[in-house]
């Protein structure tokens, strides 16, 4: 009875999304009542046969697959439950599986319900149906697991990620799965499928299944199957085993220090001599390639130390030579010559010289190019080859370059036109160079001293590689060039190859620059280059960033060869507007607003191999398409942009002051005769103030003049806006920075001599209050002399009485008394008159420099002497008194 009443809220809960169908239809009685039989009968044999014809009517009606999701779960979990009937349990997972899996003839309407969609979406929200359903992997009989993992596998069709989820959940529920891997055939390939969709974007997954030791069971089952000769199943293995390492550090390390790459390399490596590849072959390896590139990309969160040493351990073990069977071979060799194939560069670098497919031509470069991009001892490498050979081995045809080392190759590639007139070959050897010399200063100079010997000796001795590389740069411009290969339509990226090598070459490389101006008729050439109308604007762009470079690179201080030569000779020859336009032509020239990052590779899956072919397909198609789109990358045009603004401010600086360590002497300069120190100084001084204004004015002029003519060519911005930050704005900055720090310095000399004032202000103050102080001591003293008289006037009154004769002698005494004391009181008051004359002459000399200061002077002394008026005031009352 509790069984059925879960049916019954199975029911209930789907009716309320779906709403109720009619409960007496046939069909739902019918599923209804093998339910019945099912969960309540007696009879093995019934319940037997109830199943069965449960599995099939579910497997075949729309409408017995919506009542079995209404009612059907519980009583057949109940069955999984129990498990005393393997027969049973066997037709329950098998009607479980057909409850889940959508009826292909049956014609639903278009907002009609998918039966199999909510039934996977019920049985998901459980947890507990879940774990028995990886209970069940554990059983003996072979049909009840095969049916499980495909259950499975419909579940995580239809609920990825929950499924995903409860399997995490689960005890030993990943450990169940992976153990699948080692069973019969048929089981095998359903887990392989089953862990394939599990661990799609699911990393925790990822990680459980390498710890269950998924790696080592999946090379088991390619091994088995034959490596790259095998079926399907080894492409579901690196499927599989692409999604355990796609952006997953941690798995590519235990991967690598494991079991390591030698299981993965060995599955590239050819069986037999047959040339001819079966389709699953060719899935199977594209897939290994897909392996190999996870690997070399690694996380891209990560830290990129950790997928660079996969890429040291895949050198080691050799995988270069096995992908270059793949891909650089021309046809299947036996074994004995595979063995003795040449070093892997010159094999490509001879693929690029010889290949008349240009769509291989870019393959192969495109090699040369990841080779050297941040690997300067790689780039060492290849320049220390470039070894020139005799005159005599440059009339060797390509045919005889197989015991060539890379660096003759390259040279013999690069020098072969002199004789054929083959400025392709020349120009694909320039590419090649290129990369070699990219942003390494060490190469740039070793490969600026090769010499070449001269084809024709009697007419001079040998001469740089640079200058030769200008020489066919001008053989592809000229006249003649009509004739020979290069002029062809389908040729026209000759020209730029050869200046992108020139310009790559000179960029912040002084000595390159100074080389190529050794030549006179370089700069001539050049300068005629930005200027001929006849040539794309790609090649005018070109030669108009090489022209900078000579300008911004320049550190020569040789009359005709300084920065300041070049750019008098771009303001005469072509004029800063022009010579600026040309730069603004080039961001809309076809190769520079064609570029594309370089896209990755699609990963090779079942569902994106047809794809693939499409992609080949449509590239075959695209033949004749300009090389300019596929050698000009977005690198090498971000590198120009980024060059271009530093020759504009280049120039404009150079335009916009005078050349340095010049300097006229003037006879008047010279002090004359009898002409006192002080006013030769003077006289210096003045001249000197009136230049520095003169250079100013001609410095802003200057500046202003070459800002509008930048400005004039468009000052650099893509969408025809003025550039920010003109020479005249410059120099005006510079100026009021001038300036600001001599009006800075200035009031840090104020403000030192301001407090040197008021110190000396403070100290004059409390030397003033010391003299009032001594003052009313001096006037206390005289007033105690007053006092003093007074009581001698009374005592002599006294004695006057007294007697006569007493009387005179007291009027003698009490006059020399008076007069003494009357003297020493003059001289006093006399020494004080005369300090306070001189503190009064100091303290209006601090008056006035505090007035300059802009200090109050009367509130300074405001209050001064005002404590001590009073008693004088007395004093000389009582005097008077």
């Not at 075949?60 to 919506?66: E, P, R």
Request: proline residues 3%; contains cysteine; negative net charge.
């Amino acid at each position: 009875m509790k069984k059925m009443d879960l049916v019954s809220g199975y029911k209930g809960v789907v009716g309320l999304v779906f709403g109720n169908e009619d409960s007496s239809s046939n069909e739902d009685s019918y599923v209804e009542r093998l339910l019945d039989c099912i969960n309540n009968g007696k009879v093995v044999d019934d319940r037997r046969n109830a199943m069965a014809e449960l599995q099939a009517v579910v497997a075949d009606s729309h409408s017995a697959q919506l009542a079995f999701g209404t009612m059907g779960f519980p009583v057949l979990f109940g069955v999984l439950k129990e498990r005393e009937d393997v027969e049973l349990v066997r037709g329950a997972v098998e009607t479980l599986l057909s409850a889940l899996t959508p009826i292909s003839h049956a014609k639903l309407h278009k907002n009609e319900v998918q039966p199999a969609l909510m039934n996977a979406d019920l049985l998901s929200r459980d947890e507990q149906n879940i774990s028995h359903l990886l209970n069940l992997l554990s059983e003996d009989d072979f049909y009840v697991r095969y049916y499980t993992l495909q259950l499975l596998t419909a579940l995580l069709t239809n609920s990825h990620v929950r499924l995903q989820e409860v399997i995490l959940t689960i005890p030993r529920g990943m450990t169940q799965l992976v153990d699948m891997l080692m069973d019969r055939e048929a089981i095998r390939n359903e887990a392989l499928l089953l862990l394939t969709y599990l661990t799609r974007e699911a990393a925790e997954v990822q990680k459980i299944l390498v710890f269950e030791g998924a790696f080592e069971k999946i090379f088991s089952i390619i091994n088995e199957e034959g490596g790259s000769d095998g079926g399907v199943v080894v492409q579901d293995c690196l499927e599989l085993l692409n999604n355990l390492l796609r952006n997953n550090a941690s798995n590519q390390v235990l991967l690598r220090e494991t079991i390591g790459f030698d299981s993965l390399i060995s599955i590239l490596k050819l069986r037999g001599s047959t040339n001819k590849f079966a389709q699953q072959k060719t899935v199977n390896l594209l897939c290994v390639l897909e392996t190999i590139r996870l690997l070399l990309n690694g996380d891209p969160e990560a830290d990129s130390a950790k997928y660079n040493d996969n890429k040291t351990v895949l050198v080691q073990r050799n995988v270069l030579d096995h992908l270059l069977m793949l891909g650089v071979e021309s046809q299947w060799a036996p074994v004995a010559v595979r063995c003795a194939q040449e070093p892997a560069l010159n094999s490509i670098l001879r693929i690029i010289l010889r290949t008349s497919s240009k769509q291989e031509f870019i393959a192969a470069d495109y090699v040369f190019k990841c080779f050297c991009e941040q690997y300067s001892d790689g780039q060492k490498m290849l320049a220390s080859t470039l070894i020139p050979q005799p005159l005599s081995m440059n009339h060797a045809p390509f045919e005889e370059d197989v015991n060539m080392s890379f660096g003759s190759m390259l040279l013999h590639g690069l020098t072969l036109s002199e004789h054929d007139v083959d400025l392709e070959t020349t120009c694909r050897a320039a590419s090649v160079l290129s990369y070699v010399l990219k942003d390494n200063i060490h190469c740039k100079d070793k490969v600026l001293k090769i010499e070449l010997e001269s084809p024709t000796p009697s007419l001079g001795s040998s001469e740089p590689l640079l200058h030769r590389m200008v020489k066919y740069l001008a053989l592809a411009s000229s006249n003649k060039g009509k004739d020979i290969k290069s002029s062809s339509p389908k040729n026209i990226y000759v020209q730029p190859i050869i200046l992108k090598l020139l310009v790559t070459w000179l960029s912040d490389c002084p000595n390159a620059v100074h080389s190529f101006l050794n030549s006179a008729p370089h700069l001539t050439f050049l300068i005629d280059l930005v200027s001929n109308v006849g040539a794309t604007v790609c090649v005018r762009c070109l030669a108009a960033v090489l022209l900078g470079e000579c300008v911004i690179f320049n550190k020569s201080i040789e009359s005709g060869k300084d920065a300041y030569t070049i750019v008098d000779s771009i303001s005469q020859k072509i004029g800063l507007p022009s010579y600026f336009l040309r730069l603004d032509e080039m961001q809309k020239s076809f190769g520079f607003s064609s570029s594309k990052p370089v896209q990755s590779n699609k990963p090779f899956t079942k569902m994106g191999l047809e794809d693939n072919y499409d992609d080949v397909a449509s590239d075959d198609k695209n033949e004749d398409r300009p090389m300019l789109v596929e050698m000009f990358d977005s690198q090498f045009v971000n590198f120009i942009k980024n060059l271009e603004n530093g020759i504009r401010d280049g120039i404009v600086k150079i335009y916009s002051r005078p050349k340095n360590n010049v300097s006229v002497i003037r006879a008047e300069l010279e002090q004359m005769k009898d002409e006192p120190d002080a006013n030769y100084i003077q006289r210096l001084r003045s001249f000197l103030g009136e230049q520095c204004s003169e250079i100013d004015d001609l410095v802003n002029r200057n500046a202003t003049l070459a800002g509008d003519l930048a400005n004039a060519g468009g000052g650099g911005s893509s969408n025809g806006e003025p550039r920010p930050n003109g020479g005249s704005e410059k120099v005006q900055i510079e100026k009021l920075k001038r300036d600001l720090l001599e009006a800075s310095q200035q009031i840090e000399i104020l403000k030192t001599e301001k407090s040197k004032v008021e110190t000396e202000a403070s100290s004059y103050k409390e030397l003033s209050v010391k003299i009032e102080s001594d003052l009313k001591s001096l006037s206390d003293a005289y007033n105690s002399i007053e006092q003093m008289n007074y009581n001698l006037e009374n005592e002599v009154k006294a004695l006057k009485n007294g007697g006569s004769t007493l009387s005179l002698d007291l009027d003698a005494i009490k006059a020399e008394a008076k007069e003494n004391a009357q003297k020493e009181s003059e001289a006093e008051l006399g020494d004080l008159l005369v300090c306070l004359g001189q503190e009064q002459s100091k303290v209006e000399k601090l008056s006035v420099r505090l007035m300059e200061l802009g200090e109050d002077v009367d509130a300074l002394l405001e209050g001064i002497g005002d404590d001590i008026g009073a008693p004088e005031e007395d004093d000389d009352d009582e005097g008077e008194k």
